[in-house]
């Protein structure tokens, strides 16, 4: 008897230093704005996709799941290429819908593995549109290191390599609880808030400053606009109604924590994305420190840390 055809991919979220929240009015899941990220290489989603010829079946963490944005994202697939039904089981080593880009992760090994499975040849860049038709920022996970996206294309692209900037990104993890507003509803709703066209347009500069920054390895002026391109985004989120609040007391706590650090010279700054994880990025050798001081934070559960990582993989190769 033959065996299925399977295939199996892995990838890593991605933290954007300088944020895009809220869509353009386009088909396509388009960002308003640009984005710069750093791909992670010490959370990992695993995906496997069998070819089964019955209906599509979705396993999370081994649990069966009806996932809407995966089943779109298989019907999205299939206007465009002959894929039979699926059985597609994903996990993440990290919490999931927490505000540690998840979705990122997930839809690039899931359009990955997809790719391998059915054997569609497909270029990274292709990849990397189609998965940002699912989630717009698994469009930069497809690729690693220091990664854009940016107009006209809407497509991930590499900015630098990891390795030749190899800064460090410590994560206190203040919640493993899911987030009660997912990204897509609240990026819907701040799009009615006074301050987006603002958060829109000056996103744009952010965008060209960040680029500079690290094309130049300039740390200090990195810092200044990630800390500020994370506040703007989070105060357009609470001036959103109803105001979207996805801080706890502890990822504040962080925050000021990394700001005092940075006062002391330590080379950290803070970012926060649609969730209560405060990632601190910093030089190498001040990943210690941060981690040590992070972990006495009241609130935090535990510390993770990674590097720089590569892009989305078919496992094996």
């Known amino acids: 008897m033959t065996e299925p055809v399977s295939a199996t991919a892995h990838a890593h979220p991605n933290i954007a230093l300088v944020k895009y929240w809220?869509?353009?009015?386009?088909?396509?899941n388009v960002p308003a704005s640009p984005s710069l990220s750093i791909t992670l290489d010490g959370l990992t989603t695993t995906?496997?996709?069998?070819?089964?010829?019955?209906?599509d079946t979705v396993y999370l963490d081994d649990r069966p799941v009806a996932d809407a944005k995966i089943?779109?994202?298989?019907?999205?697939?299939?206007?465009?290429?002959?894929?039979?039904?699926?059985?597609?089981?994903?996990?993440?080593d990290f919490p999931t819908a927490a505000g540690l880009a998840s979705s990122a992760s997930g839809f690039a090994a899931l359009v990955t593995a997809v790719d391998a499975a059915c054997a569609l040849g497909l270029s990274a860049a292709v990849r990397s549109d189609l998965?940002?038709?699912?989630?717009?920022?698994?469009?930069?996970?497809?690729?690693?290191?220091?990664?854009?996206?940016?107009?006209?294309?809407?497509?991930?692209?590499?900015?630098?390599?990891?390795?030749?900037?190899?800064l460090r990104v410590v994560v206190a993890v203040t919640s493993d609880t899911a987030k009660t507003t997912s990204s897509s509803?609240?990026?819907?709703?701040?799009?009615?808030?006074?301050?987006?066209?603002?958060w829109v347009d000056s996103t744009r500069d952010d965008f060209a400053a960040a680029r500079f920054a690290v094309l130049?390895?300039?740390f200090e002026r990195l810092a200044d606009v990630a800390e500020h391109s994370c506040l703007k985004m989070h105060g357009l989120m609470m001036a959103t109604r109803p105001a979207l609040l996805y801080w706890n007391p502890a990822t504040l706590a962080c925050i000021q924590r990394v700001r005092a650090l940075r006062d002391q010279g330590v080379p950290v700054f803070f970012t926060v994305d649609a969730g209560p994880q405060v990632k601190a990025v910093c030089l190498p050798e001040a990943e210690a420190a941060v981690a040590t001081a992070l972990q006495e934070v009241a609130g935090v559960q535990r510390i993770l840390t990674a590097g720089l990582g590569g892009g989305a993989r078919v496992a094996g190769r």
């Open 22 to 28: 809220g869509k353009a009015p386009r088909p396509g």
């Open 47 to 55: 995906t496997t996709v069998t070819l089964t010829g019955r209906e």
């Open 71 to 92: 089943a779109a994202c298989l019907d999205n697939l299939r206007r465009r290429f002959d894929i039979p039904p699926v059985e597609v089981r994903t996990r993440n």
């Open 131 to 166: 998965a940002r038709q699912a989630s717009a920022s698994a469009a930069r996970s497809i690729f690693g290191g220091y990664v854009v996206l940016e107009e006209p294309e809407w497509q991930g692209r590499p900015l630098l390599e990891g390795g030749a900037w190899p």
């Open 185 to 198: 509803e609240g990026m819907r709703a701040s799009a009615a808030s006074p301050f987006f066209s603002g």
């Open 216 to 218: 130049e390895r300039d």
